[in-house]
């Protein structure tokens, strides 16, 4: 059936180091990639999305390529800040509904 | 233009009671959803409406009820709580259900306990 799998947090990084957090999906036809942030007591945000295959999403300093041939939507970021710490959930779209990872714990030291 | 808005931000239940989680947007969205989300489970999705007049069941519906007011608001029904619905409540709205990449809009969340 349809899902999505992501890295295990948490994921604790300096500030200024590299992000990837892995991100692969199963699914039928041609979804649509998303990735949500969840800040400290609050709801999901949108970050950014890609509707087709080889677009590139991005937001606020992260990107995220959709890969058609294996199945991924990898979040990156080149240098992270303490600002982004926060829950990061990976999402696909099926024919009515949105199906969500279960999300990656960061964490920036200064 | 507040988005999507839920009420209330904390509640405490009893075993046995009920309760109604009201959810509002001003988006003009078609479609809304209600999930919960528990410690590594990530979001479940209880309940959606597709549109104003039809509701269908998530992956979770057991024990909810919904009701899709009008266009704007979307409520969720606990009938006789329970401690295993003790949970972080999501309202979400968005465009429409069909694949057009447009994303879902979150409220900020009912922070619900059963005792």
């Known amino acids: 059936g349809n899902s999505v799998t992501q890295m295990e947090g948490p994921v604790t990084l300096s500030e200024e180091a590299f992000l990837t957090i892995n991100c692969t999906y199963t699914a039928t036809g041609y979804p649509s990639l998303f990735w949500y942030v969840q800040y400290p007591g609050e709801g999901l945000q949108l970050l950014l999305k890609?509707?087709?295959?080889?677009d590139k999403g991005s937001n606020k300093g992260f990107e995220a390529t959709y890969r058609k041939e294996t199945t991924s939507f990898h979040l990156e970021k080149g240098s992270v800040q303490v600002s982004d710490s926060a829950v990061y959930f990976c999402a696909h779209s099926s024919a009515s509904k949105i199906i969500f990872g279960s999300g990656t714990r960061l964490s920036i030291r200064p | 233009n507040a988005g999507v808005t839920q009420t209330p931000k904390f509640q405490v239940l009893k075993t046995g009671q009920s309760m109604t989680l009201q959810c509002a947007q001003d988006m003009n969205h078609n479609s809304m959803y209600w999930y919960r989300q528990d410690p590594g489970m990530g979001l479940r999705l209880i309940y959606y409406s597709a549109s104003e007049g039809t509701t269908d069941k998530g992956e979770v519906p057991n024990g909810y009820n919904v009701s899709r007011l009008n266009k704007r608001e979307f409520s969720l029904r606990l009938e006789s709580a329970a401690p295993s619905q003790t949970s972080v409540y999501f309202c979400?709205?968005?465009?429409?259900?069909?694949?057009?990449?447009?994303?879902?809009?979150f409220g900020p969340g009912t922070r619900l306990t059963v005792t």
């Open positions: 979400a709205s968005s465009e429409t259900v069909a694949d057009r990449g447009y994303g879902q809009y």
């Open positions: 890609a509707t087709k295959a080889d």
